[in-house]
T-cell receptor, first 112, second 113 residues
Framework: DAKTTQPPSMDCAEGRAANLPCNHS???????VYWYRQIHSQGPQYIIH???NNETNEMASLIITEDRKSSTLILPHATLRDTAVYYC?????????????FGKGTKLSVIP | DAGITQSPRHKVTETGTPVTLRCHQT?????MYWYRQDPGHGLRLIHY???????DKGEVSDGYSVSRSKTEDFLLTLESATSSQTSVYFC????????????FGPGTRLTVT
């Protein structure tokens, strides 16, 4: 699985879009990009995942560059409840183990 | 939210005692997982199950055993608790060979004194 790199922390003003970058320059063709977040003391929460195309759901949008070496998670209108650690994970479909490997992630602070 | 509960939510126990944590799901999902989370290490997989009576080891399985006699329950047992097993334990469900979309329970905070 490709190593992912994220900034350790970011701030975002409440009501503005939060754009969280992730670098996965060694990603291979059959590896998906997954995003999770963990609000303080709670279990991680699945947000979204994608392979090549941009994806959108009720929580967020995922923009993957054409060369797939990086992606951006977009929270369109950040609220204080979006303050959390956000994890970008790449995982190969059909891999033998179903383990999710969480790195250090990006601590997003939404500022009033 | 996925129907996952963990019990107990908090526990303090002494070194050397056995401890069992329970994960219960109402989603009828085939796959269930136990992770532990420690500062500086992130989440690490302890064991997982891919069906009733079907389990396998994860990254940090030493000192832990699991059982799954029903689809809805996945038990994690610390055979003889040690201080290094003080941690927050999360149960998760979901995921297949094609998708790593997992849903996590609220966690159990275990302190071994």
């Amino acid at each position: 699985d490709a190593k992912t790199t994220q900034p350790p922390s970011m701030d975002c003003a409440e009501g503005r879009a939060a754009n969280l970058p992730c670098n996965h320059s060694t990603i291979s063709g059959n590896e998906y990009v997954y995003w999770y977040r963990q609000i303080h003391s709670q279990g991680p929460q699945y947000i979204i995942h994608g392979l090549k195309n941009n994806e959108t759901n009720e929580m967020a949008s995922l923009i993957i560059t054409e060369d797939r070496k990086s992606s951006t998670l977009i929270l369109p209108h950040a609220t204080l409840r979006d303050t959390a650690v956000y994890y970008c994970i790449s995982r190969r479909s059909g891999a033998g183990s179903y383990q999710l490997t969480f790195g250090k992630g990006t601590k997003l602070s939404v500022i009033p | 939210d996925a129907g996952i509960t963990q019990s107990p939510r908090h526990k303090v126990t002494e070194t050397g005692t056995p401890v069992t944590l329970r994960c219960h799901q109402t989603e009828n999902h085939r796959y269930m997982y136990w992770y532990r989370q420690d500062p500086g290490h992130g989440l690490r997989l302890i064991h997982y199950s891919y069906g009733v009576k079907d389990t396998d080891k994860g990254e940090v399985s030493d000192g832990y055993s699991v059982s799954r006699s029903k689809t809805e329950d996945f038990l994690l047992t610390l055979e003889s608790a040690t201080s290094s097993q003080t941690s927050v334990y999360f149960c998760a469900i979901g995921g297949t060979s094609l998708s790593y979309e997992q849903y996590f329970g609220p966690g159990t905070r275990l302190t071994v004194t």
